[in-house]
């Protein structure tokens, strides 16, 4: 099993839970999370006084999925996710030990 | 015998309205405070606010009315006797002058301005001062400052009969003391832990503009109602205090645009008030071009005062200094450069451009000057006595975790579902025992009806922040 991990642009959020439902992805984790890449923050003024505010606002998407799958998943990810401007993000795939479904305490491949 | 004075019913009820809305200045000016100050302030701001309607409405009855209107003494104070302890009270027949008013509406009226003269004071010491410094400062300063400032400029003290200056609706009595005060504690209390590295932004920027919508309806009242009767000299009052003001936003907003190259909401508010600070003492006496000229240039110099603070290095938090203090010696001055008696007959010597040479801007300068010394050197007496004996200023620890919780034990925003949302935490700490919150962490499990559930991970949503590589 393996744990697809996609930090994107907050407004292709939509983009990608639709291209990965199409995948048959039914269930994702999303949250909101701050960061910068290479394109660092921005810079605010409040009556003339300037705060650099180094972390922007991201969507994390997380999608547990066969190993089977995961090339599809992260291509679908990256396709949806991509304005090919600066800041469009990351994606990265770990390998996962276990998993186990909380209702009915199933295992690995069955809990998923 | 001369007939007994009536009551004007529609002076008073002029008044009365006004009166309500100069109260609604405080509160508006609570919220302006509150969203230009860090979250975890935000309550010890408006607390500042609020805690001066109620103790000077209290003070302002007692004898704070006595001694800024009651008859003359010397020039400086009123006679404290006259209306000590409001007496058993006023006759039916007890009216204001000539304007029809009763004495308690003209009192109640009056009485808002010390109130709002007062907390505008509190936005050069937030997040660091004690409130019960602030309570102590605040009883101090208005028994022996504000009263008899009052009294000088207009309950028939030196300022006003002998100097001859002007100050239709407050420049000198309310903004230039205030200002004054404002930064003789921002240099007793000293610079807030971190201040000026640390970026202290405003935490709530649309708070900060209802505050000012708040701040200009209310100054309606302030300004129109301090003619007291409901004539042409009220509706020029009016005019002059929108199209000042309207003028200022303006002002301020190109300053920030040629500086910072994006003009702002918060400067766009600033500038509103520092435009009603400006027209608040010429408003009956200029012409509604020369309200205009003085918004620009209000906007645009409160724009540039406020950097003044990092220059001279002295942590005036929310600006006082800059929108206050000099917009009140502009608008004063104003008086002396744009004043005609075509507008009001109280203008007995036109201004400079208007041909009355340097006479009144002379008077408005010294009555800006001889406030700002005395309004400084009291609160700074008063300031440092208070610290010296019951402290004025918060533990470091205080105010690095934030004063609404170390003075008041409680907090603006409590948004976190383990904090106990909603404002529960403290009941949840203090063991009172909230039912335990549920999470609410954006997680979004498909459960079909039948059970096939594809690939599905259902993982806490985690609040923190992180570093994000890409």
């Known amino acids: 099993m393996k744990l697809v991990t996609a930090v994107i642009k907050p407004h292709q959020l939509d983009g990608v839970k639709e291209a990965l439902q199409a995948l048959g992805v039914a269930g994702l984790t ?24 180094e972390f922007l606002p991201k969507i994390r998407v997380e999608v547990l999925t066969d190993e089977i799958d995961v090339d599809k998943v992260v291509d679908a990810i990256v396709t949806a996710a991509r304005t090919g401007k600066i800041g469009d993000g990351k994606v990265w795939v770990t390998a996962v030990e ?13 809990a998923l | 015998m001369p007939e007994a004075p009536t009551i004007d019913t529609g002076n008073t009820a002029w008044l009365l309205v ?51 209107f009651g008859d003359d003494v010397n020039g400086v104070w009123g006679n ?31 009485m808002m301005f010390a109130i709002i003269t007062v907390a505008l004071i509190s936005g050069s010491i937030s997040d660091r001062a004690k409130f019960s410094g602030w309570l102590l400062f605040a009883f101090g300063w208005a028994t022996l400052v504000y ?26 009595a309310v903004h230039i003391n205030a200002g004054a005060a404002a930064l003789a504690l921002a240099l007793v209390l000293g610079k807030r832990v971190g201040w000026p590295r640390e970026g202290m932004k405003p935490h709530n920027v649309p708070m900060v503009a209802l505050g000012t919508g708040l701040l200009w309806f209310g100054w309606f009242g302030f300004n129109a109602g301090s003619e007291l009767t409901v004539d042409a000299i009220t509706g020029i009052a009016f005019l002059n205090t929108q199209v000042c003001t309207a003028a200022a936003i303006l002002g301020w907003i190109v300053v920030e645009w040629l500086r910072n190259g994006k003009p702002t909401l918060v400067g766009a508010s600033s500038g509103a008030v520092a435009g009603l600070v400006a027209i608040t003492p010429a408003c009956a006496f200029v012409a509604p071009w020369a309200a205009v000229l003085l918004g620009l240039v209000a906007g645009a110099v409160c724009a540039l005062a406020v950097g003044l603070k990092y220059r001279l290095g002295f942590d005036d938090s929310l600006d006082v200094v800059g929108v206050h203090f000099v917009g009140g010696w502009i608008g004063c001055l104003w008086i002396g450069l744009f004043g005609t008696s075509q507008i009001s007959s109280l203008v007995a010597n036109e201004g400079l451009f208007y041909g009355g040479g340097l006479a009144q801007l002379g008077a408005q300068a010294l009555s800006a000057l001889i406030v700002s010394v005395l309004s400084f050197v009291i609160a700074y007496a008063l300031g440092f006595a208070i610290e010296k004996t019951i402290g004025f200023r918060v533990t470091q620890e205080a105010e690095v975790d934030g004063i609404d919780i170390a003075e008041h034990a409680e907090s603006g925003y409590d948004l976190s579902p383990a904090g106990g949302g909603g404002g529960g935490g403290a009941f949840a700490l203090a063991g009172i025992g909230t039912p335990s919150s549920k999470p609410t962490a954006s997680v979004e499990e498909a459960e079909p009806v039948e059970e096939v559930e594809p690939a599905a991970p259902v993982e806490p949503a985690e609040p923190v922040s992180e570093k994000v590589a890409g």
């Not at chain 1, 960061?35 to 705060?51: C, F, I, L, N, S």
């Not at chain 2, 405070?33 to 805690?51: A, I, P, Q």
């Open chain 1, 30 to 53: 999303v949250s909101e999370v701050q960061g910068y890449g290479r394109q660092k923050g921005h810079t605010e003024v409040y009556r003339g006084a300037e705060y650099t505010v």
């Open chain 1, 98 to 110: 276990d998993v186990v479904r909380v209702r009915t305490g199933e295992h690995g491949l069955d």
């Open chain 2, 18 to 68: 006004s009166s309500a809305l100069v109260l609604l200045m405080t509160p508006g000016l609570a919220l302006f405070y509150g969203g230009l100050n860090r979250s975890k302030g935000v309550l010890n701001m408006m607390m500042m606010s609020f805690s001066s309607i109620g103790l000077i409405s209290i003070l302002w009855l007692f004898y704070g009315f006595s001694v800024a």
């Open chain 2, 80 to 110: 404290l006797g006259q209306y000590l302890g409001t007496k058993t009270f006023l006759a039916e027949t007890d009216l204001w002058g000539e304007t029809g008013i009763p004495l308690y509406v003209f009192m109640a009226f009056q």
């Open chain 2, 147 to 172: 009263f008899p400032v009052a009294h000088m400029v207009w309950g028939g003290g030196f300022i006003g009969a002998d100097i001859g200056a002007l100050d239709f609706a407050g420049g000198t």
